[in-house]
């Protein structure tokens, strides 16, 4: 029998893997900054503390799911948009998503 242990690093694993498909999500509609993106997410029920979703944000980029916009001006924040592999993550992810909610045919009882 496998022992619970792993919960605890699990549920935190999965937050920021479904936290981080908001946020592309959030990126989608248009672009957006740090401030509009962390209210988009309370808004969810799901609410980031900045430093964590500074890291995510950083993540993305580095992942090239996420563009940064410079700013026109000194005082402008920096927005994020969504890149074409973005796009492409955010798609599959939704169809993996929806696949696991949906009743499997194959499975006894269904």
Known sequence: MKKATNQ??????LESA???VRILARAEMRPADALAIS????????AVASP???R???SLVRSGLLKTNSARSPRSRLT?????????ALHLAR???????EPDASLPGQ
């Open 8 to 13: 605890p690093r699990l549920l935190p694993r």
């Open 18 to 20: 479904f936290s981080k």
């Open 39 to 46: 209210e988009s997410l309370r808004r969810l029920g799901r």
């Open 52 to 54: 964590a979703l500074n």
């Open 56 to 58: 995510r944000l950083r």
């Open 80 to 88: 994020y948009s969504l890149t074409a592999s973005g796009q492409r």
């Open 95 to 101: 169809e993996q998503l929806s696949r696991l909610v």
